[in-house]
C-alpha cells in the first residue's frame, strides 16, 4: 500500500491512500508505505471499510505475527494482573482496550473463565484462531465468545454466522456465568445483553457510588442490570430503586439482588424519561440520582438531537433531587468531550432552576488504557454533583 497522505492517528481512510496491491484482499495484513516508497508501517486492509488501514505497527516490513500479537497481550494480561492488581478484588476486566493496548478493532472483556472476543474489524477477526491460542497461555481453562454489533458487522463485511445461518462456533457454546466485583456477585450473560454483556468500565465509579450512599434513598436509572444500585445497597442506603428499559436486563438486576440478598433495592422495568416525570409529578424526591444512559450521541448528524436528550434527561433528574442531594451523571458519546457535557449539564440545571456544584470528574477504570495519538478513545465522561 503506497500513502498519497497521513496523520497521527493510526486510523487510515481510504482518501488517504494513493495506491493499493491489487493482490490484497479485505482482511489481511499489509506493508505500508509513504509517498516517497519509505516503509511506513504494518496494517490490516479492508476496502470495503472507512478506514481503510488500521495501523499495527510502524515497524519495518519484517513482521513476526506471532510475536507481535502475543507480545502486546502479554503487556495487557501484565497491566491487569501486577501494575493495578485486578485479580484481588474481581475476576472481571477489560483485558484488552483497543488501541490503548496496542490491538486495533477488538476489546476483551474476562469474565472469569470467559474470555468476550468483540471485534470492530474484519482484519482482527481473521486473527480470531491465532489470539485465543496466545490468550490460553495466559488463560488455560478459557471458554471464548465472540461478538460483533450488526453495524460492525455492515460496515467491516464481518460475519459471525456461517452460511447456514449459525451463530459462530465459540459463540453458542457459554451460558450465563456468575462473576465478583470487591463483594459483589453478579449474573451476566457473555452472549446476550448489550456490549460484552456487563460493563467493567464503571467498577470504580460503582465503588465510589457506594461510598456516598448510607442512609440515603437512591435512584439508579438506566440501570442495566443494576450495577451501581447493588453497590449503593451494599453501601447502606435507606432504599433503592433500579429503573431499566430492558426487560431481561431488569429481570437479570432482580436475580442480582436476590443473590447479594439486597432486599431494600427494587428493580422497575421503564423508560428513564417518563419515570422521572412521574416522580416529579408525585413529589418523589432523592438524595442520591446516577443517570448513565446508552450512547446518545453517535455521530456527527445526531449530534443535536442527542444533546437535546442529554439536557432533558439531566434536567428531569434535577427537578427529582432533595437539596444538598448528588447527581451522578454519565455520558459514553466518544464525541461529547467533558467540556461540552458540563455545559448540557449547567444548560439542564438553568431550565430546572436549581444550583448545581461540580465536585469531581471521573472517568473509565484503568484498564480501560488510552492510546496517546487517539484521545476519542477517552469515550466515558462521569460528573459528580451536589445540587441546592
Avoid at 53 to 63: S, V
Avoid at 92 to 114: E, S
Avoid at 189 to 205: A, I, L, W
Avoid at 256 to 271: G, I, P, T, Y
Wanted: proline residues 4%; positive net charge; charged residues 25%.
Amino acid at each position: 500500500m503506497r500513502l498519497r497522505s497521513a496523520s497521527a492517528s493510526p486510523q487510515l481512510f481510504k482518501r488517504m491512500i494513493d495506491e493499493a496491491d491489487p493482490r490484497a484482499k479485505p482482511g489481511d495484513i499489509v506493508a505500508v508505505f509513504d509517498r516517497n516508497g519509505a516503509c511506513y508501517g504494518i496494517a490490516f486492509y479492508n476496502p470495503k471499510s472507512l478506514i481503510t488501514l488500521r495501523m499495527l505497527t510502524r515497524d519495518g516490513p519484517a513482521f513476526d505475527a506471532d510475536k507481535f500479537f502475543g507480545g502486546c497481550l502479554e503487556r495487557a494480561v501484565r497491566f491487569r494482573r501486577e501494575t493495578l492488581g485486578l485479580e484481588a478484588f474481581t475476576d472481571a476486566y477489560r483485558l484488552v482496550h483497543d488501541l490503548g493496548d496496542g490491538l486495533p478493532g477488538i476489546v476483551i472483556d474476562r469474565y472469569g473463565d470467559t474470555l468476550v472476543l468483540e471485534f470492530y474489524a474484519l482484519g482482527m477477526y481473521r486473527q480470531a484462531a491465532r489470539l485465543e491460542k496466545l490468550l490460553r497461555v495466559h488463560y488455560p481453562n478459557a471458554k471464548f465468545v465472540h461478538r460483533a454489533s450488526q453495524h460492525t458487522q455492515t460496515m467491516e463485511g464481518l460475519f459471525l454466522e456461517d452460511a447456514r445461518g449459525r451463530r459462530d462456533r465459540t459463540e453458542a457454546a457459554v451460558p450465563k456465568s456468575f462473576i465478583r466485583e470487591n463483594g459483589i456477585v453478579f449474573e451476566i450473560s457473555p452472549t446476550g445483553g448489550f456490549k460484552t454483556g456487563f460493563f467493567c468500565d464503571q467498577r470504580e465509579n460503582r465503588a465510589a457510588v457506594g461510598a456516598l450512599a448510607a442512609g440515603r434513598r437512591v435512584l439508579d436509572l438506566c440501570s442495566y442490570t443494576g450495577g451501581f444500585g447493588l453497590y449503593a445497597a451494599k453501601g447502606g442506603a435507606a432504599e433503592v430503586t433500579c429503573v431499566e428499559l430492558d426487560e431481561d436486563a431488569s429481570a437479570m438486576g432482580q436475580r442480582n439482588a436476590n443473590l447479594n440478598q439486597f432486599h431494600k433495592l427494587k428493580m422497575v422495568c421503564a423508560d428513564a424519561f417518563a419515570y422521572l416525570r412521574q416522580m416529579a409529578d408525585n413529589k418523589e424526591r432523592y438524595g442520591l440520582l446516577i443517570l448513565d444512559p446508552y450512547k446518545f450521541i453517535a455521530s456527527k448528524d445526531g449530534y443535536d438531537e442527542g444533546r437535546h436528550k442529554y439536557i432533558d434527561l439531566n434536567r428531569l433528574a434535577l427537578s427529582v433531587m432533595e437539596p444538598g442531594g448528588i447527581l451522578v451523571t454519565c455520558s459514553c458519546s466518544g464525541m461529547v468531550s467533558f467540556e461540552d457535557f458540563q455545559q448540557f449539564v449547567r444548560t439542564a440545571a438553568g431550565s430546572s432552576g436549581r444550583k448545581v456544584q461540580f465536585f469531581r470528574k471521573s472517568g473509565a477504570g484503568p484498564d480501560h488504557p488510552v492510546a496517546a495519538e487517539r484521545p476519542e478513545g477517552e469515550y466515558l465522561k462521569v460528573l459528580w454533583c451536589r445540587v441546592f
